[in-house]
């Protein structure tokens, strides 16, 4: 009798975070956040794109003053293990009690990563792998971090709001996984002036990527009613939001717009509701082909959506109605955006050939999120025909 009437269930787990400030200038809100921090010994983990490009870093010293412990720039494109342990020994060496991260998503990874290095007494590259999660779970025996973190974003890419990171194994070419509930950063803090120097196909292609996040929490196999209607909120913000940014670089309540779509995208990984194809397909696209994460998205979601039609068309629809497509066809409206927004959307465009599509799906098979695909893909001869249709 009950199985008759329930057609879901699951759990709600919210993150560990402690608090998100929207819409005040970041070094007030920096201010603000180390006010409820009881370390004050402030290591920053900065992009080198933003250290060059902006004065953002030189506020944030400014405001941090004698609380400013130290500063790394040396943590690359897709979180590579050997960066993210260089950041660890140098935040250790300066005893730092806070991270902050001022960058896009591969700073976030690390100061997550850099946070369980620390507290786990991490002497190594090759120890590294003992943070590394067993299926889909924190590491067994892995400690709580001790030294939480304050996250700054500039671009869209949203690992902020979530409490497992990727780091890049540079022997296999597979991005690993990382969490643990405390990883999460316990504040963010969203101001859209910090965006304004992200290059602008980052700044969109991240856009397109929180689009993704939302797109696949809605149609994912263990998706929850909260966070779907997140998500939802996400589809009708995030592709309007963008277009403006195009057209007006300098439409900073554009920018807040991606960036309140940006963080409901997240509510259903904050609880751990699983993703599909798209992401999978995505990880390796960044760890074995080097293509910018953002881009990964531009390139996977509109044929993957084509690829599940056979399984949630009904689902689509509702997406499609959200991302206003008069024509109900979700895959065809992200094409059209990521075309307007003058993104690449082939693999081809970086380069990868069909002789290779063998390989990449292979890897493929190894990533959490291709058995939580709402279509079944059980091996890596069924996944080549939907990475042929992305050629």
């Known amino acids: 009798m009950r199985q008759a009437y329930l057609q879901r269930q699951g759990v709600y787990r919210p993150p560990k975070a402690e608090g998100i400030f929207f819409g005040q200038p970041f070094d007030q809100a920096l201010d603000q956040a180390l006010r409820e ?19 953002y870093l030189r506020r944030l010293e400014k405001t941090l003053g004698e609380r400013l412990a130290g ?19 140098l935040a250790a060496k300066a005893q730092a009690d ?63 709001f979530t409490a497992y990171a990727g780091m890049t194994n540079t022997e296999t070419g597979i991005k690993e996984s990382v969490q643990h ?37 809605y149609l994912s196999i263990q998706a929850q009613p909260f966070s779907q209607s997140a998500d939802l909120q996400a589809m009708r913000l995030l592709p309007q939001a963008l277009k ?15 960036q309140i779509g940006m963080w409901l995208s997240m509510v259903g990984s904050q609880s751990g509701v699983s993703k599909g194809a798209s992401h999978a397909i995505g990880h390796l696209l960044g ?5 910018p994460h953002g881009m990964t998205s531009c390139i996977t979601l509109a044929s993957v959506l ?36 003058g993104l690449p959307s082939r693999l081809s465009d970086y380069g990868i050939s069909a002789d290779q599509l063998p390989e990449l799906a292979s890897l493929c098979m190894h990533d959490r999120w291709i058995p939580t695909n709402p279509r079944s893909i059980p091996d890596a001869k069924s996944l080549l025909p939907l990475l042929e249709q992305m050629l």
């Open 306 to 341: 084509r690829f599940n039609a056979t399984v949630n068309p009904e689902a689509q629809l509702i997406v499609a109605e959200a991302m206003g497509a008069q024509d109900g066809d979700a895959a065809r409206h992200i094409e059209q955006l990521v075309h307007e927004l």
């Open 71 to 89: 500063t790394f720039d040396g943590v690359t494109a897709h979180t590579p293990r050997e960066s993210v342990f260089a950041a660890a020994q």
């Open 181 to 217: 509930p405390y990883a999460v950063p316990a504040h963010v803090i969203l101001d859209p002036e910090l965006t304004l120097a992200t290059p602008m196909p980052l700044w969109l292609s991240s856009g397109i990527r929180a689009i993704d996040h939302a797109v696949e929490g």
């Open 37 to 55: 921090h009881t370390g004050q010994r402030c290591f920053v983990l900065v992009s080198k794109s933003v250290k060059a490009q902006s004065n």
């Open 244 to 258: 403006r940014c195009f057209y007006d670089p300098e439409d900073l309540q554009a920018r807040f717009d991606c």
């Open 98 to 160: 806070v991270l902050i991260t001022l960058g896009g998503g591969s700073q976030t990874d690390a100061g997550k990563i850099v946070q369980l290095c620390l507290s786990n007494q991490i002497d190594s590259v090759e120890a590294m792998h003992r943070l590394v999660s067993v299926a889909g779970k924190p590491a067994p025996g892995l400690y709580a971090p001790k030294q939480r973190m304050i996250a700054l974003p500039t671009t869209l890419s949203a690992g902020e």
């Open 287 to 291: 760890s074995w082909a080097k293509i």
